[in-house]
């Protein structure tokens, strides 16, 4: 079975003064998810139906100390439900039961020491199981098959594989880790290296917050220390994986994917803009 680890501790500086109060990981996108008619959804939960739809049940979301409103948003209400009607009380139902049939674990990173480290307090839920690594502030919009599954499905067809990176082709590598490929097929990559944000980048892929992992990864988290920005950063950690002789590989966005981004003003912009459009 495989579980999920939803990261949603950043602070959220460059959306200030929305997130001051408001999580930028419940930024809001536009989404037909509940119906024919365009709602408006959290970007969170959007990644959370996404999953839910794949027909996976357990999750663990990383918090940070401030992100009471994620808490809330995913815990059913009863009350402000009986005080709706007719769309909108199924809609809000709807997504009630999704939670009642999942189950939800809550882990805090106190302090923003990176995303290795976020993902390093979720060892204890993942166990022996392997897992799929999203960030809150990021998703994929997919006409066909979404990259959620295409992840499951790689997995499948290499049981030797430690790790299965998402990339998109990119111009600035200073926003992303970037891997150093070697090509298998058309849709697969063996990575033969990974660094967070080069000068000098040995390609042109950029990688996203969408992986897969077995927890080997978290063996590999401990042995790193504090990389760029002073902080434990995941790329390391897959290096680390790399130098121990374990087998990494990506695959990459198909021209029909659209990568919706809320961690910046303009790319806030483009991700509503391209929801409502794909909606």
């Known amino acids: 079975m495989i579980k999920v680890v939803l990261t949603a501790a950043g602070k959220g500086t460059r959306l200030l003064p929305y997130t001051k109060e408001m999580p930028k990981e419940m930024m809001p996108i536009f989404s037909k998810i509940h119906g024919n008619q365009r709602v408006v959804i959290p970007l969170l939960q959007y990644i959370f139906e996404q999953f839910h739809s794949a027909k996976i049940r357990d999750y663990c979301f990383v918090v940070g100390r401030d992100k009471r409103a994620i808490k809330d948003h995913f815990t059913p209400h009863q009350s402000y439900l009986n005080e709706l009607s007719g769309n909108n009380k199924k809609m809000m139902s709807d997504f009630y039961k999704k939670l009642e049939n999942c189950h939800l674990m809550w882990v805090n990173q106190n302090k923003p020491l990176g995303f290795g480290d976020a993902v390093k307090r979720a060892e204890k839920f993942v166990g022996d199981e392997n897992f799929i690594l999203h960030a809150g502030d990021i998703s994929i919009l997919s006409r066909f098959k979404h990259p959620i599954l295409r992840l499951i499905d790689t997995a499948k067809k290499n049981p030797d594989v430690s790790a299965i990176l998402v990339c998109k082709k990119i111009k600035d590598a200073k926003k992303y880790g970037v891997p150093q490929i070697k ?97």
């Not at 504090?226 to 990494?248: A, H, S």
């Not at 961690?263 to 909606?279: I, L, N, T």
């Open 183 to 279: 090509k298998k097929s058309s849709s697969v990559y063996l990575v033969e290296g990974v660094e967070e944000k080069p000068i000098r980048p040995k390609s042109n892929l950029g990688i996203l917050a969408l992986y897969y992992f077995k927890p080997e990864i978290f063996d590999s988290l401990k042995k790193i220390k504090r990389g760029k920005n002073n902080e434990f950063q995941l790329t390391d950690g897959i290096q680390q994986l790399i130098n121990d002789r374990k087998k990494v590989l990506a695959i990459p966005l198909t021209k029909d994917d659209i990568e919706l981004d809320v961690g910046m003003v303009e790319s806030f912009r483009d991700a509503q803009m391209s929801s409502y459009k794909r909606a």
